[in-house]
């Protein structure tokens, strides 16, 4: 499985980003995906994500309201709508993919065994 994360950038306090992640490899329409961030000496945490099967969603309540995630549409282009955004969401945005779930939302980065390069965004006040 192969991941190739995009859309970073710098932005304003208010202002919107989208991210993509184009998944590439066998079964990975089976496969739960998500987004992690990790901010500079932060641990990796969890932002959003999808079951495996499409049908559950868990969003970070800290992104709660702003973010949305999007399942794949025909191709395995999944992405991250990040609305409102403010300088604490300053960070490296990671898609992932986790073999394991297909019913219900990991939300633990211990769970995702493949991982894209990250993509940068920083939120200026």
């Known amino acids: 499985v192969q991941l190739q994360a995009s859309g970073g950038g710098l932005v304003q306090a208010g202002d919107s980003l989208r991210l993509s992640c184009a998944v590439s490899g066998q079964f990975v329409r089976t496969y739960g995906r998500g987004w992690f961030r990790q901010a500079p000496g932060k641990e990796r945490e969890f932002v959003a994500a999808i079951s495996g099967s499409g049908q559950r969603t868990s969003y970070a309540d800290s992104v709660k309201g702003r973010f949305s995630i999007f399942d794949y549409a025909a191709d395995t282009t999944m992405s991250l709508q990040m609305n409102n955004l403010q300088p604490e969401d300053t960070a490296v945005y990671y898609c992932?993919?986790?073999?394991?779930?297909?019913?219900?939302?990991?939300?633990?980065?211990?769970?995702?065994?493949?991982w894209g390069q990250g993509t940068q965004v920083t939120v200026s006040s």
């Open positions: 992932a993919v986790d073999g394991g779930s297909y019913v219900n939302v990991e939300v633990s980065p211990g769970d995702y065994e493949w």
